[in-house]
């Protein structure tokens, strides 16, 4: 091998390698309360193997097709391993992983045992291998409704949690690889592993930049944890929190929790506390709740304003965000809602 083709090959090796101690990671060492950390270490499991197949197949042809054959065959498990892992993470219960895992590995040993790979490589790449590909993109696709809230907050401009992050790099991160595998016949066979290695190292990197220190591993450590408010302040807080609806400050599309904090006389820290443990919302959250509660009272009353002007007049920056925001909040658009007020 050359120079550039020891480079590829280390890289992409190193990245499969990887993920063969995440995956050791997740199944032994994090938390096993965690149910769906099990789920995540065999989806980093088959991809690793998926990916060391592609390495080594690349770099040396006359690989065994036994080799080659389990490799491919570990697709298999990875669009199921994503959902089941975002479902169990999502829903914070145990689901029937079997109805999921069961029938496709059965069914990918029949077909193994009855058309080995050594045999067969006309059939495996003409039939099974595409197959496996649309099965785990068909999981993908299953798998984005539990990304899509996340989706959400960003459009209403809510602030994302690590775990949000995280959930997210690992769903676009499989699909991101499932089309580089999908395109390789049209590029070359080795970016889907050199993608693989690219994702995981920008995954860890962006948990290393947030340094959150005692807390498990991908995890938001609970930020409020032995932190009470004494009665006196939080009922202080509660009367003072009166003066941003009268004053009517969330119509200013720019405030910001440093502004309302400046405005009642408190710390951002105290402010941000407060919401988030005896309100249970973020400041986001507070904001437009009043918003939509202003936009709901124009759209109730003989108001000049279009319905997207009124967003606009309850001070949200964009029309998407207030239809969004208003949907999310009240499960009907303005339109909608105007026409029930206007019966």
Known sequence: MNFESQIIFFFSALGAFNGFLLSLYFALTAEKRKFSNYFLALLFLMLSIRIIKSVFFYFNPQLSN???QIG?????????????????????????WKIHIAPFLIGITILGVFY????????????IVKGIYIQW????????????????????????????????????????????????????????????SFILYLIILLRI????????????????????FDKEIVEEISKKLAIVSEKKLYLNPNITLSDVANELNVSVQTLSQYLN???????STFINEMRIENAKELLSSDTPYTVEALGYESGFKSKSTFFTT??????????????????
């Open 66 to 68: 036994t080799f080659i």
């Open 209 to 228: 930049f947030k340094n959150k220190k005692n807390s498990s591993f991908f995890e938001d450590k609970e930020k409020y944890k032995n932190k009470k």
């Open 137 to 196: 993109f068909i999981y993908i696709l299953l798998s984005f409704r539990f990304i899509k809230p996340i989706i959400g907050k960003l459009k209403t401009q809510e602030r994302l949690k690590n775990i949000d992050i995280w959930l997210m790099s690992i769903y676009f991160g499989v699909a991101f690889i499932w089309f580089a595998y999908s395109i390789g016949s049209y590029t070359s066979y080795i970016v889907g592993a050199l993608s693989f």
């Open 277 to 283: 443990m005896n309100l249970g919302k973020s400041y």
């Open 116 to 127: 080995p790979y050594v045999e067969h490589r006309a059939i495996w790449s003409k039939w």
């Open 326 to 343: 208003f949907k999310k909040l009240t499960k009907l658009t303005p339109a909608e809602y105007q026409k029930t007020t206007n019966k």
């Open 72 to 96: 491919l065959s570990a697709c298999i498990l990875i669009g199921p391993s994503l959902f089941l892992y975002l479902k169990t993470h999502s829903y914070k219960n145990k689901v029937n």
